[in-house]
């Protein structure tokens, strides 16, 4: 996947699915999560792939690429710039 030029591999395995962020509005949960959609009626926190990375805070952009991964049985939101390709590695 692509964060502005940066380029990461993440496993399938661990992706759900992938959404486009235009089309869910963007909230703060009154928890304090911070950024978050509602997802089939389950709020899906969201971080930027820097931020999980680099420890960068960036605000989700309307234009980003969210995966929805599995980790640790909680969904999170990964917001990415794109996916440049899927392929299976050994």
Same mark, same amino acid.
């Given at each position: =996947? $692509?964060?502005?030029? @940066?380029?990461?591999?993440?496993?399938?395995?661990?992706?759900?699915?992938?959404?486009? $962020?235009?089309?869910? /509005? &963007? +909230? !703060? +949960? %009154?928890?304090? =999560?911070?950024? *978050?959609? !509602?997802?089939?009626? %389950? &709020?899906?926190?969201?971080?930027?792939? +820097?931020? #999980? $990375? /680099?420890?960068?805070? #960036? !605000?989700?952009? /309307? %234009?980003? %690429?969210?995966?929805?991964?599995? =980790? !640790? @049985?909680?969904?999170?939101? $990964? *917001?990415?710039?794109?996916?440049? #390709?899927?392929?299976?590695? =050994?």
């Amino acid at each position: =996947v $692509l964060a502005d030029t @940066d380029r990461y591999v993440i496993p399938l395995s661990q992706v759900l699915q992938t959404i486009n $962020l235009r089309n869910y /509005k &963007v +909230h !703060e +949960h %009154t928890s304090g =999560v911070g950024p *978050c959609i !509602e997802l089939r009626g %389950t &709020v899906v926190p969201l971080i930027s792939i +820097h931020e #999980a $990375l /680099k420890g960068k805070v #960036a !605000e989700p952009k /309307k %234009t980003d %690429t969210v995966l929805i991964v599995s =980790v !640790e @049985d909680q969904m999170l939101g $990964l *917001c990415i710039s794109d996916i440049v #390709a899927s392929q299976q590695i =050994v």
